[in-house]
């Protein structure tokens, strides 16, 4: 069968809202301190200890919006520990995250300075699962409020006399999990008594985000959407992306488990793989589809006219962390794997612009499937944020619609679609098209045909791949994996022929 793509450049479905291509930045092995914090007297070049290149290369492109503290660590944070001056904030350790001991140098004040230095909205995330509705509510005063009150004044003595403005607020972090162990009917009980107390001050309305579903959970979904659609603006499913494990048996309370927590279970290499292996990652990357559909099958019951919106505020390959590295650090390495699985993921959230308000890929520097990796003063950029650059065509586009007829990609007698895609218009009248072959040794050719255009030309048009299914950037050689520009295209009248390579993401820019 021969791959076709037929687009409708007059449908737009959707907004795809920037915020799907969010970040998460938690205090977790090196993802803060000795990646965005270096503090002020760091040799590192720095803005109040915040480091520059990372700064430039997030803005570059376009992080929406960053998602802090945890996590698990949200759970475990007293936002009081970090303010006022650095000398005088208590230390804690960090339970979660390698026991090792955190300094609470990076507090409110600093997230927002790092957030208004990328040009990011700032996205919040309170302790359901140890605080008290006191302190998340006396934290939102301090953030937002502009009237006089003792929360306000301490912020001023602190050096901000203005209130912040401040949008994304989560209203705890797993808390079927680390966050608390809640049954489902437990947690939206205890969702709605903080959520009453996280008041909106002055002009500061908060987009307020529940906990909703890890994986598979559907039983979550239905008892939030059932009892707290109405106080609620989105759900947030968290989902992994991992190799199969047949030892997933450990279940908690409603239908919950620990297995991704336990560190004696193996996830495989980042690096070292074989086919096998990147074959259930793939598989894994498009399961996402049918979690989406199911999920929001259920929020449609309860609320059919969309008013609550599904963020997917933790997403990302997790693999087995660096041989020699903390493995309470979940410092990773990056691939071209991980950026197929992501342009695959970030297809799917885009072709759900109905729902998705945002997503949060897990997480920006040094943990999990992270855009930069940094040693000293050494900063790379991975395969996956080189993703991010060419998608970033996509932040506030309309959808369109399209059909896609492809082959399958077979391995081991299991079947999977070779190829994925989404395609949006922009203000400037330009389709983009992002492509992914998912086949590790197999190109494809697809024939695209967009019916009401004359002709179709491409006025841009680049792509990611290498030759080995594990080529990355590594501090030796930053400069492996990045993307350049694609020749293999021809177009005749109103089709295009497109060759792509195996493994690879290819960007297409059709002006209409
Ligand atoms: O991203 C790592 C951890 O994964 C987060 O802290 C937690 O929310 C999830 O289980």
């Known amino acids: 069968m021969a791959n076709q793509l037929i687009i409708n450049s007059a449908s737009a479905k959707a907004t795809i809202n920037r915020m799907i291509y969010g970040h998460f930045a938690e205090h977790l092995g090196r993802c803060i301190y000795d990646g965005f914090y ?11 200890g915040i480091r520059s290149d990372i700064v430039s ?14 996590g698990c660590f949200a759970d475990e944070y007293h936002w009081m520990d970090g303010i006022g001056p650095k000398e005088h904030r208590p230390a804690m350790v960090n339970t979660h995250w390698g026991g090792i001991s955190e300094n609470n140098h990076f507090g409110t004040h600093e997230f927002f300075e790092l957030c208004e230095l990328l040009g990011a909205e700032p996205y919040i995330c309170g302790n359901v699962g140890s605080g008290t509705v006191r302190e998340m509510s006396e934290w939102i005063e301090y953030m937002t409020s502009d009237a006089q009150s003792p929360m306000t004044t301490l912020r001023a003595q602190n050096g901000k006399k203005e209130p912040w403005r401040l949008k994304y607020f989560g209203i705890g972090n797993e808390n079927w999990n680390c966050g608390g162990r809640m049954r489902a009917q437990y947690y939206v009980d205890e969702m709605m008594r903080y959520n009453l107390y996280a008041r909106d001050y002055g002009n500061n309305k908060l987009y307020r985000i529940a906990c909703g579903p890890r994986n598979e959970n559907y039983k979550w979904t239905k008892e939030l959407m059932e009892i707290g659609a109405p106080y609620i603006d989105a759900i947030a499913l968290h989902y992994y992306t991992r190799v199969a494990d047949p030892t ?8 919950n488990e620990q297995y991704y927590m336990d560190p004696s279970i193996s996830r495989g290499s980042a690096t070292d793989f074989a086919e096998d292996e990147w074959f259930q990652i793939m598989k894994a990357a498009l399961h996402l589809e049918h979690l989406i559909q199911k999920h929001t099958a259920i929020m449609d019951f309860y609320d059919p006219d969309k008013k609550v ?3 997917i505020d933790e997403w990302g390959t997790w693999f087995d962390c660096e041989p020699g590295t903390n493995p309470g650090f979940l410092y990773q390495q990056n691939t071209l794997r991980d950026a197929i699985s992501a342009g695959t993921s970030l297809n799917i959230f885009n072709n759900h612009a109905d729902r998705i308000h945002m997503t949060n890929i897990a997480q920006t520097v040094n943990v999990l499937q992270a855009m930069i990796l940094t040693d000293g003063a050494k900063m790379l950029l991975t395969p996956t944020y080189h993703i991010y650059d060419m998608y970033q065509v996509h932040q506030d586009a309309q959808l369109l619609d399209f059909a896609l ?7 081991n007698g299991q ?9 949006s218009k922009n203000r400037d009248n330009q389709i983009n098209i ?3 072959n998912i086949a590790p040794d197999q190109g494809a050719q697809i024939t695209c045909h967009i019916p009401d255009l004359e002709t179709l030309s491409v006025s841009n048009a680049l792509v990611l791949t290498a030759p080995q299914m594990n080529a990355r950037n590594t501090f030796e050689y930053p400069d492996t994996i990045y993307p350049q520009r694609f020749t293999g295209f021809k177009s005749a009248g109103q089709t295009l022929q497109i060759d792509m390579p195996s493994k690879s993401v290819v960007l297409l820019t059709v002006p209409c």
């Open 309 to 311: 919106d599904l963020i």
């Open 405 to 411: 007829l492809c082959e399958d990609y077979t391995y």
């Open 434 to 436: 992002t492509l992914v």
């Open 38 to 48: 270096v503090g002020e007297n760091s040799s590192i070049p720095n803005i109040h």
């Open 415 to 423: 079947s999977i679609k070779q190829v994925n895609v989404s395609v």
């Open 248 to 255: 997933r048996t450990t279940n908690l309370a409603d239908g």
């Open 57 to 70: 290369a997030l803005k570059k492109i376009k992080i929406p919006c960053l998602r802090w503290p945890g």
